[in-house]
């Protein structure tokens, strides 16, 4: 918009309005278009780039609760007899989450209790390796209904 300041005859200034020389955008307009429109998308790429990460951890963060949930149940589903004192691993790389499973079973009270500690190891190094340790205990044997035994 152009606007010139003119005297008139009667000494006081009028604002009047030229429309001749305007013709279409000016360079300059487009330019600072585009620029504000680069702002504007790169914020929101730092964005969408932000929350793409955010959802990878999250599923490699079920994957890993799930995996150790199913080994926790496993340990806990069998007789207290079946599990192995020692060390086991084995690896896991189909599927869509590759990982390596290390068990620990230790007995530190003697045919009462074992100590088990399941260390979950991704990988792809953009998931957390995680550990879960339980106490199993031998089940006890109980005679409230035996009324002939002592």
Known sequence: MRISIRKSHRGTET????REGRKGFVLVEVIVAMVLLAVAVSSLAALV????QSGVKTSGDAYRNGVLMQEVNRLEGIPYDSIAVGTSSYSVSTG????TTAITVAEPVLQKVKTIQIVLTPTNARFKPDTVGFTRTK???SKVLCTYCQ
């Open 15 to 18: 604002a009047v309005q030229s």
């Open 49 to 52: 780039w932000s929350v793409s």
């Open 96 to 99: 869509s989450y590759a990982h």
């Open 139 to 141: 089940a006890r044997t």
